[in-house]
C-alpha cells in the first residue's frame, strides 16, 4: 500500500529560528511530490512542486528538497514567524486520488 | 490564479439532517474533488465528480451517504445526508490545474461541520 510517512508529528519552535521537517514515502511509481501548508479550519495551500529530477525547490522562507532513490523529501522553514503556524502536509502523485501524509503541527511561539 | 469559492465555511447540524456544500470555480475545469479530513487525520478522497457524469466514489464512501452534483464546468455541490456525530470533519473540494503546472492541485477553504 503506498504511504507517506511525516515526522515529527509536532514541533514547537521559537520565533526567528529554523526547522526541518521531514517525509517519507513509499508510492511508486511517483510522479511528482508537494509540500502544503495548512491554517487551522482551512483548506491546504500549495508550497512547492517537485518531480522526480528535481531534488530543490524553495519559495521564500521555504526549501523543500527530495531525494528520490531513498524516497525522502524535507521542508526547511527559516527565520520562523508566528504566521507560520500550521500544519505541513506532505503529498504525492502518482496519478489520482493523492497521497497524503498526516502532517506535522507547527506551532511557533515568541 | 484563478480562485475556488467554498460555502458554507463552517455550520453545525443535528443528526439526522443533510448538508449541502457548494464549490464554485472561476475558470472550468474537467474534474473536482471531495475530501473528508477528520480530526487530526489526513485527507481522503470521497469521490470525483465530472460534468456530464456520475461520480467516481472510493472504497467506502457511498453515493447514498454522499450525493454528488456536477451540472457545469464550474460548480459542484457534495450534500452529507443522515448525518451523525461521525461525519464532524472538514470536506474539502479540489481542482486540478488552477496553478499554472500540470501537476497543480488547489483546494477550497473548507467547511468544518460538526453534528450535534
Known amino acids: 500500500k503506498n504511504q507517506v510517512e511525516q515526522s515529527p508529528q509536532s514541533l514547537i519552535i521559537l520565533e526567528g529560528k529554523n526547522c526541518t521537517l521531514q517525509?517519507?514515502?513509499?508510492?511508486?511509481?511517483?510522479?511528482?511530490l508537494r509540500w502544503y501548508k495548512q491554517d487551522t479550519g482551512r483548506g491546504p495551500v500549495s508550497l512547492t512542486i517537485?518531480?522526480?529530477?528535481?531534488n530543490t525547490k524553495s519559495n521564500g522562507r521555504y526549501t523543500a528538497t527530495l531525494d528520490a532513490d531513498t524516497k525522502q523529501s524535507s521542508l526547511h522553514i527559516t527565520a520562523s514567524q508566528l504566521s507560520d503556524s500550521a500544519s505541513y502536509i506532505c503529498?504525492?502523485?502518482?496519478?489520482?486520488?493523492?497521497?497524503f501524509g498526516k502532517g506535522t503541527r507547527l506551532s511557533v511561539i515568541a | 490564479s484563478a480562485v475556488i469559492s467554498q460555502k458554507p465555511s463552517r455550520d453545525i447540524c443535528q443528526r439526522g439532517t443533510s448538508l449541502t456544500i457548494q464549490c464554485q470555480v472561476d475558470?472550468?475545469?474537467?474534474?473536482m474533488f471531495w475530501y473528508r479530513q477528520q480530526p487530526g487525520q489526513s485527507l481522503t478522497l470521497i469521490a470525483t465528480?465530472?460534468?456530464?457524469?456520475?461520480?467516481?466514489?472510493e472504497s467506502g464512501f457511498v453515493i447514498d451517504k454522499f450525493p454528488i452534483s456536477r451540472p457545469n464546468l464550474t460548480f459542484s455541490t457534495l450534500t452529507v445526508s443522515n448525518l451523525s456525530p461521525e461525519d464532524s470533519s472538514i470536506y474539502l473540494c479540489?481542482?486540478?490545474?488552477?496553478?499554472?503546472?500540470?501537476?497543480?492541485?488547489?483546494f477550497g477553504s473548507g467547511t468544518r461541520l460538526t453534528v450535534v
Open positions: 479540489s481542482v486540478e490545474g488552477l496553478s499554472g503546472s500540470r501537476y497543480g492541485y488547489t
Open positions: 517525509c517519507n514515502y513509499t508510492v511508486s511509481p511517483f510522479s511528482n
Open positions: 517537485m518531480t522526480f529530477s528535481e
Open positions: 503529498v504525492v502523485y502518482d496519478g489520482t486520488p493523492l497521497v
Open positions: 475558470s472550468q475545469v474537467t474534474m
Open positions: 465528480a465530472n460534468q456530464g457524469s456520475e461520480a467516481t466514489y
